[in-house]
């Protein structure tokens, strides 16, 4: 992309009146960013959607000199971008109308990965949260997907250590320029989710952690994502809107359950009852309705046909299949007396190991 694009990109975000809709629209139209500052005002007036109020300004000088600023804020502190219309912006962003047209970055994002989910949820996080959080991104961890969230505090930064941890790229989305950090607390983790993974952010320098910040911010989580996921959230929360985006977006949604009385699971069980959300219990719940699969299952099998090593857990989990047969997830946890959790792990273990093999109606079988 080149400077004179760039700028004219971002002269178009600094107009009052012109949201993401409107300059794609007036981008398509022109053909470019560029364009559009070269193009008559009466023609831009009859692009549908438009009209003379939201154009009221587009020529004024402030907004080329901020631009000007800005991207000089952007070369002097090494901070990248993304532009709606080139390849490495974020694919399912893409399909978005109200996406944004220009993403700012650090760090070491790479989105080629096709398998992309967002953890959402309360900034309260209880010890139910955290362990269901922690042990479900363990279970998926050989899957490789990217975690998205907010670095917030709670479930999201729960979330994206657990990534971290497990070797997984994270991203965090943020609801500010990054020239800060918010919440400042958190920037103790920001070098290690830079070495796989990264920030990115609509919000230019000048833009602090207002409260509409993170409302749009959220549709970023949602929208980049193939599903959300809600692993605690009270009645009311910035975690529910991020859920309420995501059905918009035709995407998948799912909550983790909780106890009725319990404040932060009310709006999980909420999702639920509403029929907004589906039911994650475990991690096979998410394979199993993304259709995901291994993507080293070829390399599995013949683990197996050589020699295979299984620790306490799988040997206990394969030898109760070997005896009886196909079984769901929740019956072999009551049976071999183990949390869901820990059966669901163990069994993409298994897997992976090509010992074990999945069926439709999460039935699972020994091979």
């Known amino acids: 992309m080149s400077e004179n694009e760039i700028i004219a990109v971002l002269r178009l975000q600094h107009v009052p009146n012109i949201g993401d809709v409107t300059a794609k629209k007036l981008i398509s139209f022109c053909g470019g960013a560029a364009a559009i500052f070269e193009n008559k005002l009466y023609n831009l007036q009859k692009i549908d959607g438009v009209g003379s109020f939201k154009l009221r300004g587009l020529l004024d000088a402030e907004h080329l000199e901020a631009a000007e600023a800005e991207y000089l804020f952007l070369q002097k502190n090494d901070i990248g971008f993304t532009y709606f219309m080139e390849p490495d912006f974020p694919t399912y962003l893409k399909h978005c109308i109200d996406g944004p047209i220009l993403l700012f970055k650090r760090g070491n994002i790479n989105l080629n990965q096709k398998k992309i989910i967002s953890i959402v949820g309360t900034r309260k996080i209880t010890s139910y949260g955290t362990a269901f959080c922690e042990e479900f991104i363990e279970a998926i961890a050989p899957l490789n997907p990217i975690i998205v969230s907010g670095f917030a505090y709670g479930v999201d930064i729960c979330a994206q250590r657990a990534a971290v941890k497990h070797g997984l790229q994270t991203i965090g989305c943020l609801a500010h320029g990054l020239n800060q950090i918010y919440p400042r607390v958190h920037r103790k983790y920001m070098a290690d989710i830079e070495k796989d993974g990264g920030f990115i952010t609509e919000f230019w320098s000048n833009s602090s952690p207002e409260r509409e910040n993170f409302l749009k911010r959220n549709r970023i989580i949602a929208g980049m ?39 932060f699971s ?20 998410l394979v199993y309705n993304l259709g995901w699969e291994l993507e080293n299952k070829k390399s599995a099998v013949v683990q197996k046909q050589l020699f295979v090593e299984l620790d306490d857990n799988e040997k206990h989990i394969y030898s109760y299949l070997q005896k009886e047969g196909k079984q769901l997830l929740d019956v072999i946890s009551l049976d071999c007396k183990m949390p869901v959790f820990k059966v669901s792990s163990t069994l993409l273990n298994m897997e992976m190991k090509g010992v074990v093999r999945p069926l439709p109606g999460k039935l699972f079988e020994a091979i």
């Open 266 to 285: 009310v709006g999980c069980n909420n999702l639920l009852k509403q029929q907004k959300a589906q039911m994650l219990t475990s991690a096979a719940d």
């Open 225 to 263: 994502s193939e599903a959300t996921i809600v692993i605690e959230s009270a009645e009311k929360g910035g975690s529910l809107v991020t859920a309420d985006i995501a059905n918009s977006y035709n995407r998948d949604v799912f909550a983790v359950p909780g106890r009725s009385h319990d404040k």
